[in-house]
């Protein structure tokens, strides 16, 4: 098949065409759709997405793309879900994710299922669409020759705007194509400002640990802060010069924290608001209080608590967040116990997502209302789920009523520390 062809046939190509040149297809209900009661934007019936641009096709929602997720590859519909929940959180595209299979198996539905791509494969998707990369990891090659299908592909969506971005090659057949921008073109880029969402701006692309510059700050001023006055600053500056190297390089070693999720549910009665009050303090407190003593927007707490039978000295510090987005791989042998609604949806970004694999590694904590019955789900996942229930809130009598939360508090408190000794925490740190 000619690269040309290849172009046009490739389902994935032709997305990220489409967006490029911001004609994006529609989705239908037959594969020539010629009236407007043929098309919809429900992607529950819908059976083919159609493309306008550059040549009337079609393409059933089923096909499988070159995006590969978990060795297999994703169907068209999935793709062109996650472009269309590119701006929501990963609670929200869980969510929709589990709606419309739900909407995709009742009658009248197209059938299938919507694959739920975890958050670094969605990421990677969404910049690979928008042209921020290049390549990707998760898409497989085409047979032919890639980088003469990719200089086709983007010769395509220059050749539609005036300027723009001229794709040439150069040097032997293989070798990557040499873009050169437009003069007027990179002056509208120089005018831009990238967006991004509360994590980025406040810590940048990844978190980024400084804490080691505060050791060799105190290599320099902590030995002077006491020191009387009558040293002059020139014999000073001569005593830290004359350090060795080794001992300003010489890096004291540090407990990894331990880490807490909660649940990013609506309904759970413990959230980043009021988890503080509740661990650390003993004391229920509506998350929408203004009683509560953190703030709603808070997306990291640290709490310290002392476990004698870890270790007797030191208090441990304690990681809580709701949401695994900025884990790096080795924060999940750091996770301790997760705070869970009984809803599965919340372990879809998660490294384990079936229930039964996590709970060997972490503690599971369900606290509900007194009274009310326990989810059949939590009952199901047994001795890894430990069980609390709290007295209701009580608008009249506030927080002097909550005498018994002390109690609930000190157990759960009882029951992490039992299972971090069993998974082999010790005053050194986490386990190998």
Do not use: C
């Not at 010769?155 to 990557?176: E, N, W």
């Amino acid at each position: 098949m000619a690269e040309s062809e290849i172009v046009l046939t490739d389902s994935l190509l032709n997305l990220k065409r489409a967006v490029a040149s911001n004609t994006l297809p529609i989705p239908t209900t037959s594969a020539d759709a010629t009236s407007a009661s043929e098309t919809t934007q429900n992607l529950a019936i819908a059976t083919y997405l159609q493309f306008t641009e550059p040549n009337h096709q079609s393409y059933p929602l089923d096909t499988p793309t070159r995006f590969i997720s978990s060795d297999l590859p994703v169907d068209l519909r999935s793709i062109y879900f996650a472009w269309q929940q590119k701006d929501v959180t990963i609670p929200e595209y869980i969510a929709s994710a589990q709606q419309l299979n739900e909407e995709l198996s009742a009658p009248g539905g197209a059938g299938g299922k919507v694959q739920n791509l975890v958050f670094v494969e969605r990421l990677d998707l969404l910049a690979w669409l928008e042209g921020a990369s290049d390549e990707s990891e998760y898409i497989k090659p085409l047979p032919s020759d890639g980088t003469a299908i990719q200089a086709a592909t983007a010769g395509h969506i220059t050749s539609s705007a005036t300027g723009g971005v001229t794709t040439t090659l150069s040097g032997p057949t293989g070798t990557r194509p040499i873009k050169t921008i437009d003069p007027r073109l990179q002056y509208i880029y120089n005018g831009e400002r990238r967006m991004g969402d509360r994590n980025t701006v406040l810590r940048g692309i990844k978190p980024t640990d400084f804490s080691h510059i505060r050791k060799y700050a105190e290599t320099f001023l902590g030995k002077n802060r006491h020191r009387p006055g009558h040293q002059s600053s020139a014999t000073t500056n001569t005593v830290a010069n004359n350090q060795p190297l080794v001992n300003l390089q010489k890096k004291a070693g540090r407990r990894p924290d331990p880490i807490i999720l909660l649940s990013p549910s609506a309904s759970s009665i413990l959230r980043m608001s009021n988890i503080k009050s509740f661990l650390d303090s003993g004391t229920y407190i509506p998350s929408d209080s203004s009683l509560a003593g953190s703030s709603t927007t808070a997306n990291l707490l640290h709490i310290s608590r002392l476990l004698p039978s870890i270790d007797p000295q030191r208090p441990l510090r304690f990681i809580l967040v709701e949401t695994p987005e900025q884990f790096r791989p080795d924060y999940w042998s750091r996770l301790v116990a997760v705070f869970t609604t009984g809803q599965t949806w919340q372990f879809k970004s998660y490294k384990w997502q079936s229930p039964a694999d996590l709970f060997k590694h972490a503690l599971g904590i369900y606290v509900g209302w007194k009274g009310e019955d326990v989810p059949g789900t939590v009952k199901g996942w047994g001795r890894g789920v430990t069980v609390s229930q709290i007295e209701k809130w009580n608008q009249q009598q506030g927080t002097q009523a909550r005498w018994r939360d002390r109690e609930v508090v000190e157990s759960l408190w009882g029951r992490i520390e039992e299972s971090m000794r069993s998974r082999g925490w010790s005053k050194d740190g986490a386990p190998p």
